[in-house]
Nanobody
Framework: QVQLVESGGGLVQAGGSLRLFCSAS????????VAWYRQAPEKQRELVAR???????DYADSVKGRFTISRHKVQNTVFLQMNSLKPEDTAVYYC?????????WGQGTQVTVSS
């Protein structure tokens, strides 16, 4: 069974940076789309960034120019580099991977940006 694990979250001041990690138990990141979502309290979960099997990336307008999604195929790890963080970035961040018709999710990692 595929298992995803996120890490790297924490507390940071506005303007600071964090790097999130998503690791998979199976070698699925090289061929399948991988995405980062986030969910703030009392808000709907939203797509933040996605990287496709061929390397193409998509970003939410709110994070363009600040966040970067990348992939290390050998390590089977996907990263989310977050720079110039804002308080509105505060949320639980989730890693997602689509394998065929199946969707796999990690447990989430908390990111808190203080003013």
């Amino acid at each position: 069974q595929v298992q995803l694990v996120e890490s790297g979250g924490g507390l940071v001041q506005a303007g600071g940076s964090l790097r999130l990690f998503c690791s998979a138990s199976g070698r699925i990141f090289s061929r399948n789309p991988v995405a980062w979502y986030r969910q703030a309290p009392e808000k709907q979960r939203e797509l933040v960034a996605r990287i496709y099997g061929g390397g193409t990336t998509d970003y939410a307008d709110s994070v363009k120019g600040r966040f970067t999604i990348s992939r290390h195929k050998v390590q089977n790890t996907v990263f989310l580099q977050m720079n110039s963080l804002k308080p509105e970035d505060t949320a639980v961040y989730y890693c997602n991977c689509a394998v065929g018709s199946a969707l796999f999710w990690g447990q989430g990692t908390q990111v808190t940006v203080s003013s």
